[in-house]
């Protein structure tokens, strides 16, 4: 795993990205999902997370939790289809982990996907860095 | 965009800048909540170099005319406020602090939004003299609990101030013992590279800098108002319960004033506290219910990290003003429990 720095913002090489700026970490069947760094800097002081439930079944694209800043409430979209198998609880009473450590500890829900194709149309970290660049 | 001019200072200093009112300053440095509890429990540095800052000049008795509080009672030297322009209807232009320093030359400190208006205001309902000293020099603020263990405690008692002062090694344009987070401490207005010197001796001794989102938590558990959010050209002093005003003189919207505390309001502004662990925070415009039947809205919402909750403010109608009582606030269509507060949230 490396790390690549597009100005102030850190993105992973091994990880997976959306349009909407969640990052995806892809193990056979299984999908970690959080924000990315980029993500947690623009809502900047996360106070807050509404989390999804474990057994929640969630298609691509829906609204699957809200991660609550000072500033804004962001909707966080399930970046692939399947159901949920596991959440971060630790976020409930530490939700600032989501801005110390976007990709490890600040881990938002894992799937189980159903639909393993839907990886395709998610973004490299290439991609995702042509994206943010500039901003 | 107006940028302070201790932006490349500040930057080094780790801070992350966003926009304010026009202007570009420090919103957090390390996290908002860490600095919080700086202000809170030891101490931090806020440039607030964006709040309009007006030299007025001319007949007391015209400045009188246009503030709502009265001065010529105060001997030079003294701060008074908050107080209020207020418009005809008792609306307010802005809140402000104002500074005697003589019979015949006030200082103002407006909102950063607010600063052209205020001079045009001015100009419009007087012939005093305004000159903007807003873009010579900086404003920090110096505040926490244990300030003076860090900074050299001035020769000032609360809302005093002194023009040319000595502070720290160098002479400031104007220090006074005030500030607008519930903690005692200082501001100084300087010339940039003089405040940069003051901030560079007192980092070294343990200051750490804090931004306008800990500046905007601070307030709101004091129960202060932010001009924009919690008050307006439509919000009269009444309805905001906040008492800016003298009634034994007169002033521009007094006559309005006085009709409003005898017919009385229809809204009143309240304070809000979420339970512990109940992480939503409402937003302005978010509806207060109270039994499912709405009466009242949100105005500011944050965080506290001293009172580890949610807290905020708005306004209730007068009919429900049930201080102590529960009521419902709205936020992305679930109702969440709320207690109506009175201020300040921090006991």
Redesign the interface.
Same mark, same amino acid.
Not at chain 2, 66 to 83: E, V
Not at chain 2, 233 to 248: F, G, H, I, K, Q
């Given at each position: 795993m490396s790390e690549i720095k597009v100005g102030k913002y850190v993105l992973r090489s091994d990880l997976l990205y959306t349009e909407s700026d969640e990052w995806v970490k892809l193990n056979g069947t299984e999908a970690v999902v959080g924000i990315t760094d980029y993500a947690q800097?623009k809502l900047?002081?996360i @106070?807050?997370?509404?989390l999804p439930k474990r057994g929640q079944r969630v298609s691509l694209g829906e609204v699957i939790a809200?991660v609550?800043s000072?500033?804004a409430?962001a909707d966080i979209y399930s970046p692939l289809s399947g159901e949920v198998i596991d959440v971060n609880e630790e976020l @409930?009473?530490s939700?600032?982990l989501i801005?110390k450590d976007p990709y490890g500890s600040g881990w938002l829900f894992k799937l189980k996907i159903t639909n393993p194709e839907e990886s395709k149309k998610l973004l490299s970290a290439e991609l995702y860095a042509e994206k943010i660049k500039g901003d | 965009m107006f940028w302070t001019p201790l932006i490349n200072f500040e930057e080094k200093l780790g801070a992350?800048l966003?926009e304010f009112a026009g202007w570009k300053m420090p919103?957090?440095y390390s996290?908002?909540?860490e600095e919080h509890m700086a202000v809170r429990t030891k101490s931090a540095f806020f440039d607030l170099s964006h709040m309009g800052r007006l030299r007025v000049t001319g007949k007391l008795q015209e400045f009188e005319n246009l503030i709502a509080k009265k001065i010529s009672d105060s001997p030079p030297g003294n701060m008074i406020g908050p107080t209020a322009f207020l418009n005809d209807r008792a609306g307010f232009v802005d809140d402000v602090m104002t500074y005697k320093v003589s019979e015949s030359e006030f200082l103002v400190v407006t909102n950063a939004i607010n600063r052209e208006k205020v001079i045009n205001w001015i100009r419009k309902n007087s012939t005093l003299e305004v000159q903007d000293l807003t873009f010579d020099l900086v404003m920090i603020a110096l505040q926490g609990r244990g300030i003076w263990e860090v900074v050299e405690k001035p020769d000032l008692s609360p809302l005093q101030f002194k023009l040319n002062a000595k502070f720290e090694g160098h002479e400031v344009f104007l220090l006074s013992r005030s500030g607008w987070t519930g903690e005692d401490g200082v501001e100084f207005w300087a010339k940039p590279e003089v405040a940069q010197s003051i901030l560079e001796r007192l980092i070294v001794r343990g200051i750490k800098g804090a931004g306008l989102?800990t500046r905007?938590?601070l307030r709101q558990e004091m129960g202060f108002v932010l001009y924009g959010e919690d008050i307006g050209e439509d919000v009269n002093p009444v309805e905001a319960r906040y008492w800016v005003y003298s009634l034994e003189k007169d002033f521009i919207g007094k006559s309005a004033l006085l009709e409003i505390l005898r017919a009385g309001v229809d809204k009143l502004r309240i304070g809000l506290k979420l339970p512990k662990?109940q992480?939503?925070?409402p937003?302005n415009s978010s509806k207060i219910k109270i039994a499912g039947k709405e009466v009242g809205y949100v105005t500011s919402s944050?965080?506290s990290p001293y009172l580890s909750r949610?807290i905020g403010m708005g306004y209730l109608s007068s009919r429900h003003f049930l201080v102590g009582g529960n009521a419902e606030v709205e936020v992305?269509g679930k109702d969440y429990s709320v207690k109506l507060s009175d201020f300040p949230l921090l006991k």
């Amino acid at each position: 795993m490396s790390e690549i720095k597009v100005g102030k913002y850190v993105l992973r090489s091994d990880l997976l990205y959306t349009e909407s700026d969640e990052w995806v970490k892809l193990n056979g069947t299984e999908a970690v999902v959080g924000i990315t760094d980029y993500a947690q800097k623009k809502l900047r002081d996360i @106070v807050g997370v509404d989390l999804p439930k474990r057994g929640q079944r969630v298609s691509l694209g829906e609204v699957i939790a809200v991660v609550e800043s000072v500033k804004a409430a962001a909707d966080i979209y399930s970046p692939l289809s399947g159901e949920v198998i596991d959440v971060n609880e630790e976020l @409930v009473s530490s939700p600032e982990l989501i801005n110390k450590d976007p990709y490890g500890s600040g881990w938002l829900f894992k799937l189980k996907i159903t639909n393993p194709e839907e990886s395709k149309k998610l973004l490299s970290a290439e991609l995702y860095a042509e994206k943010i660049k500039g901003d | 965009m107006f940028w302070t001019p201790l932006i490349n200072f500040e930057e080094k200093l780790g801070a992350s800048l966003g926009e304010f009112a026009g202007w570009k300053m420090p919103m957090t440095y390390s996290s908002y909540q860490e600095e919080h509890m700086a202000v809170r429990t030891k101490s931090a540095f806020f440039d607030l170099s964006h709040m309009g800052r007006l030299r007025v000049t001319g007949k007391l008795q015209e400045f009188e005319n246009l503030i709502a509080k009265k001065i010529s009672d105060s001997p030079p030297g003294n701060m008074i406020g908050p107080t209020a322009f207020l418009n005809d209807r008792a609306g307010f232009v802005d809140d402000v602090m104002t500074y005697k320093v003589s019979e015949s030359e006030f200082l103002v400190v407006t909102n950063a939004i607010n600063r052209e208006k205020v001079i045009n205001w001015i100009r419009k309902n007087s012939t005093l003299e305004v000159q903007d000293l807003t873009f010579d020099l900086v404003m920090i603020a110096l505040q926490g609990r244990g300030i003076w263990e860090v900074v050299e405690k001035p020769d000032l008692s609360p809302l005093q101030f002194k023009l040319n002062a000595k502070f720290e090694g160098h002479e400031v344009f104007l220090l006074s013992r005030s500030g607008w987070t519930g903690e005692d401490g200082v501001e100084f207005w300087a010339k940039p590279e003089v405040a940069q010197s003051i901030l560079e001796r007192l980092i070294v001794r343990g200051i750490k800098g804090a931004g306008l989102v800990t500046r905007d938590s601070l307030r709101q558990e004091m129960g202060f108002v932010l001009y924009g959010e919690d008050i307006g050209e439509d919000v009269n002093p009444v309805e905001a319960r906040y008492w800016v005003y003298s009634l034994e003189k007169d002033f521009i919207g007094k006559s309005a004033l006085l009709e409003i505390l005898r017919a009385g309001v229809d809204k009143l502004r309240i304070g809000l506290k979420l339970p512990k662990n109940q992480r939503v925070i409402p937003r302005n415009s978010s509806k207060i219910k109270i039994a499912g039947k709405e009466v009242g809205y949100v105005t500011s919402s944050t965080f506290s990290p001293y009172l580890s909750r949610v807290i905020g403010m708005g306004y209730l109608s007068s009919r429900h003003f049930l201080v102590g009582g529960n009521a419902e606030v709205e936020v992305r269509g679930k109702d969440y429990s709320v207690k109506l507060s009175d201020f300040p949230l921090l006991k």
